[in-house]
């Protein structure tokens, strides 16, 4: 469905290079009992294009200037469901505090946010789209 | 409220032609019982054309190559509720890992994202609009 | 920060016209014991205008033609949150049953969709802004 | 990534000044048992700008005229999590009762709307974008 004079590359490079979400939070506790079920935060990316996406996120607090640049590759052609959890570089995403989240790429990516919760017996999930700047 | 001089598909043919899921996950397990409460993960597509949609979906990985294309259609007046659980053609989608898809048709469509997920006592939902390209 | 040339209703008009939900789903059965707690499927739809908001739905099904149109009129800056559940006139949206909407009016309007499952024990919720067509 | 000749403040104004939330409820029990569990609705606001953002807030019902604004500012480079349950000037927002919201901004914000609901033994969360005008 793609016109003939586009390069692979130019027809796979779907989304945007600025993406927000505005509501982050992870939860300190959980009753999951495996990394699954574990309470986490995830920015899901997806690089459908045949270059290699880098990626910087930018994470906002409420009473403090911005921590950051987390730096990431995600591969081309490749999805990468990063847990804020995991981010410790340059420090780690501190647990139960709010914050919100900028992500920047050099090429095209679509990202969507997900939390699963499992403080209480039963988890509890979000999932949106994020912020397309 | 359409303009006299358009033909009804042209009224009728909302949305785009190509909408991204970035989070993807299919949970192994559920305590459901029953189909409608078994874990699952859902492409809500509308057809709201005069026209049959020729859908085509792409399935990327975390670690390899991506699978598909997927191949569907969608009647003229119609919506299909399809689940990644009963893709099967090129391929299974995998249990338990992460993925993103990547939609498109010949004809405008709108898709939405739902995840149930019941691996624990109690169901879980998700869902968003996906992206637009 | 409106512009001063602008009329209150221009100022106020925020929306679309035509918003699409794509996934539908009313479980007929549900725990929660009270008309809040059941399981319920709604169009959330705010008027921020100063003119009333005439509001057609019609609903997509997998497998038969569109039903409706349903009318409604959402007074000037008046939200109103309609339950699929209650829809009747000219035929009541069947349980357990795909399926999708479109909603167009004739003032803009803006369209939030929120489905409260109450099949088990814990409630789930999911909610996401419609797709603006 | 940015242009050379941008300022600062330019690169990252993120956003749009006009947000809406269609769908606003705030159950009036709660099961959690600590503020974090209380059932509440939160407007989670990123000012990515370099300048205060002041913010105003338009409450809208399904019977009554809208109440407001409810003022307040997010500092540059900061996030608020603004919980609607504690919004009390000029009044507050009554409970068990359907409203709409209409958040506007003099600089550029992103808004993503989230509930957790506590009513039953198991929390539910729901988080979508808010509609950007």
């Given amino acids: ?15 945007r290079t600025e993406w927000v979400i505005a509501e982050g ?3 300190s506790g959980g009753t999951g009992g495996s990394p699954a079920l ?23 607090f409420s009473d403090r200037e911005p921590a950051g640049p987390y730096r990431l590759t995600v591969q081309p052609r490749r999805t990468l469901h990063q847990r804020f959890n995991d981010l410790s570089d340059p420090e780690d995403v501190p647990r139960d505090t ?13 990202v969507q946010h997900t939390r699963l919760d499992s403080r209480q017996s039963a988890l509890a999930l979000l999932s949106t789209i994020a ?3």
Same sequence: chains 1, 2, 3, 4.
């Fill in 131 to 133: 912020w397309a700047g």
């Fill in 98 to 110: 709010d914050y919100a989240a900028v992500i920047r790429s050099d090429v095209p990516i679509v």
């Fill in 38 to 60: 574990e309470s986490h935060e995830t920015a899901c990316i997806l690089n459908a294009s045949d270059s290699p996406a880098n990626v910087e996120i930018t994470i906002y």
């Fill in 25 to 27: 939070y992870i939860p």
């Fill in 1 to 15: 469905m793609a016109e003939a004079h586009e390069t692979a590359d130019q027809r796979n490079a779907i989304g």
